[in-house]
């Protein structure tokens, strides 16, 4: 690029510092339109393209002779390499691709999964993921409400057209497990198949959904999908014809006949489905003793005590939420303890699980002072308002031996409580609330592992003063015979 100072018609001989010369000069104005067209003497190998006035200068642009290519409108064509040309979506293609392929390997599961490991680096399963479980499951592709396309060519051997057993049913699932550890992107799609075929039980036989039931829980038994599956089993209209309870009855036998209650716990406690099981049912039929009595009935007790656990739970939960909440509001002993027998009795809660959550109750109601000090006094003072709510419901040995150990377990747990130990449980001896008897057990053999050494040091002088009191009064008595 040069800028020369011309006036508007001047003649360009030479550029400045340049030996190379245009062929010619345009002069426009600041509109750009054409005022002169002036021809150069002497010739150079460029030409000028561009020449424009502004505030008595003219910009020269010095381009090569060659003639410019006229823009087009639409644009410039790229030449797109093959192997990036996307193929047209065709699963239609897909499915009897599929499907000729089932049909050569019959019943022979393995050769089934032989066939699905090889056809893998063929077809793009990413593409069709959905359209291959479709076909795998009920032969074919599925249209909405869980119906075969009628013009689409489909397959007698899938899980719905396969004997109803459990040794059957884990053949299928040894072929999908097989699948997803080849091709591990079709690990989250086989867990949305699953969710999209519970949405469509109605429209299956109750054969078919006995089958999808057992290979169900054992996918979920294997860990291949989550129980995060199950809400799709909360459908209303599911819920409603009493299709998602029958449904859920075959799922857990199968999936409690490859786990126990605890590993089926666990999985459905990691999604937050553990506390979800009653929505199985309609809501006028929502209670623990409903669900008890239906699964009981058939046959899954296991499953039915763990739901009862799991309310009792989150009875207890709401339980002590309440009472942090009357303890913060200042509300008497006397209605607390009125309100927390109800509860028991309510909810089935046992005395030495009620003095748990009182004392945890206890304990969440008040700021502690961070210095250790003074933590102390401040929970000898705390602790003897509500030695009375405590005092309550440790009717039974059991109970306050349950305290004693909430009480080590919780002065380990929080470090500055270390030194306070041996002072609390004194105040709640002189509370009558912890007994002679109770104390003695809990330093001879019941105490927790938790701070043992430290604890028990802290309560020698106490228990041997227990002992020598113990020994004293026998003796009164003895003399008094």
């Given at each position: 690029m040069k800028v020369f100072p011309l006036s508007q018609r001047q003649t360009v001989t030479t550029p400045p510092d340049s030996t190379t010369l245009p062929s010619c000069v345009l002069i426009l104005d600041s509109n750009d339109f054409l005022i002169n067209y002036l021809t150069i003497p002497a010739l150079g190998q460029f030409g000028v393209s561009v020449l424009q006035i502004k505030t008595s200068f003219l910009r020269v642009s010095f381009m090569s002779n060659q003639?410019?290519?006229?823009?087009?409108?639409?644009?410039?064509?790229?030449?797109?390499?093959?192997?990036?040309?996307?193929?047209?979506f065709d699963p239609t293609q897909f499915q009897e691709s599929i499907v000729q392929g089932l049909n050569q390997s019959g019943t022979d599961l393995e050769a089934v999964a032989k066939f699905l490991d090889?056809?893998?680096?063929?077809?793009?399963?990413?593409?069709y993921v959905e359209t291959l479980f479709d076909i795998l499951v009920a032969g074919g592709m599925l249209a909405p409400g869980g119906t075969l396309s009628d013009d689409m060519t489909?397959?007698?051997f899938c899980l719905f057209k396969a004997q109803e057993d459990m040794e059957t049913m884990q053949a299928y699932a040894q072929v999908l497990n097989k699948l997803i550890r080849r091709y591990k992107y079709l690990e989250k799609g086989l867990e949305e198949e699953i969710k999209k075929l519970l949405l469509f039980l109605k429209g299956f036989t109750e054969s078919e959904r006995n089958k999808l039931a057992m290979l169900t829980g054992i996918l979920l038994a294997n860990s291949n999908i989550s129980a995060s599956i199950l809400s799709s089993l909360f459908n209303e209209n599911l819920v409603k014809e009493g299709v998602s309870t029958s449904f859920a009855v075959k799922l857990f036998k199968s999936w409690l006949s490859e786990k126990d209650i605890n590993s089926v716990a666990a999985s459905l406690r990691k999604v937050g489905m553990d506390n979800r099981l009653m929505e199985l049912f309609p809501a006028n039929k929502r209670s623990c003793e409903h669900f008890s009595k239906y699964f009981t009935d058939a046959g899954l007790k296991e499953l039915s005590d763990?739901?009862?656990?799991q309310q009792s739970i989150g009875a207890r939960k709401e339980l002590q939420k309440e009472l942090e909440e009357q303890m913060s509001r200042g509300e008497p002993l006397k209605d607390i303890i009125a309100n927390i027998r109800e509860e028991i009795k309510?909810?089935?809660?046992?005395?030495?699980m009620m003095i748990g959550l009182i004392w945890s109750s206890v304990m969440s109601s008040v700021e502690w002072n961070k210095k250790e000090e003074l933590v102390t006094e401040q929970a000898i003072k705390h602790l003897k308002q509500y030695s009375p709510l405590l005092?309550?419901?440790?009717?039974?040995?059991l109970s306050e031996l349950t305290l004693l150990l909430k009480i080590q377990e919780y002065c380990y747990d929080n470090i500055h409580f270390m030194k306070a130990?041996?002072?609390i449980v004194v105040l709640l001896y002189k509370a009558d609330v912890l007994s002679e008897e109770a104390i003695l057990k809990w330093y001879n053999e019941a105490h927790l592992a938790k701070g043992k050494s430290v604890f028990?040091?802290?309560?020698?002088?106490?228990?041997?003063?227990?002992?020598?009191a113990e020994e004293e009064s026998e003796s009164e008595e003895e003399e008094a015979d």
């Open positions: 003639r410019q290519q006229k823009p087009t409108l639409t644009g410039q064509r790229f030449k797109t390499r093959k192997r990036d040309e996307k193929e047209r090889a056809s893998g680096a063929k077809l793009d399963y990413r593409r489909c397959t007698e763990f739901a009862r656990n309510k909810n089935n809660i046992s005395e030495q005092k309550a419901f440790t009717s039974q040995g130990f041996q002072k028990l040091e802290q309560m020698k002088k106490f228990v041997e003063w227990l002992k020598s």
